[in-house]
């Protein structure tokens, strides 16, 4: 079946840096992506998403980039803030069912 | 607009027995999806319900059951219950069955 996995579990920045978080997944038919945020005590909170058609997106301060040929999409945070600081997620969506990587820890040093 | 709620907050249970889960989606919202996710994993995909009907599941076995209700909200039930059912127990409302998923805090079950 399909996987979807992140490259690194934990992820440490200082505040006002770039962050980048990989993800690697093994469908090639997959074609809607999704980054999630989660903080603790809460559920996974939407960040963006992009489709397979697109190579890139951008957001509020976030950016996701998406490789088929290599089947790699990265988050990339500008100025990471503390309130950045939680757990990360990719996951692929097919036909309403998401399949979740299992997350990396960003945590943001003041 | 009320957001996504699930009850209860956490609760214990013996291995062996029965748990129901509730989760009340969001105004408008049809589509509940639920997910279990065990301490430092991603979460897993149980199943989703459309319209009252299920409409996919994961990878779990039958003892895990579900309920949509006219009104859209929904239950998770496992019955004989195991230790590796721990988890926090998310559900997860749309739109629609493929529309933009909103998920709630979560249940954490904690099974002895």
């Known amino acids: 079946g399909e996987s979807v996995g992140l490259h690194l579990p934990t992820l440490s920045v200082q505040e006002g840096d770039n962050s980048i978080i990989n993800c690697a997944y093994s469908?090639?038919?997959?074609?809607?992506f999704i980054w999630y945020k989660q903080e603790s005590g809460k559920g996974p909170q939407f960040i963006i998403d992009i489709r397979s058609n697109m190579d890139k997106r951008q957001g509020q301060r976030v950016t996701v980039l998406l490789n088929k040929t290599v089947k790699h999409l990265s988050l990339q945070i500008a100025a990471t803030q503390p309130g950045d600081s939680a757990v990360y997620f990719c996951a692929e969506r097919t036909a309403g069912k998401s399949t979740f990587g299992d997350g990396t820890t960003l945590t943001v040093k003041p | 607009e009320t957001g996504v709620t699930q009850s209860p907050t956490h609760l214990i249970k013996t291995r062996g027995q029965q748990v129901t889960l509730r989760c009340s989606s969001q105004?408008?919202?049809?589509?509940v999806s639920w997910y279990q996710q065990a301490l430092g994993q991603g979460p897993q995909f149980i199943f989703q319900y459309y319209r009252e009907e299920e409409n996919g599941r994961g990878n779990f076995p039958p003892r895990f059951s579900g309920l949509q209700f006219p009104n859209y909200s929904s239950e998770l039930n496992v019955n004989a219950l195991e230790l590796d059912d721990s988890a926090l127990y998310l559900c997860?409302?749309?739109?629609?069955?493929?529309?933009?998923?909103?998920f709630g805090p979560g249940t954490r079950l904690t099974v002895t």
């Open positions: 105004s408008g919202h049809n589509t």
């Open positions: 997860a409302s749309s739109l629609d069955r493929v529309g933009e998923q909103y």
């Open positions: 469908n090639s038919a997959s074609d809607y």
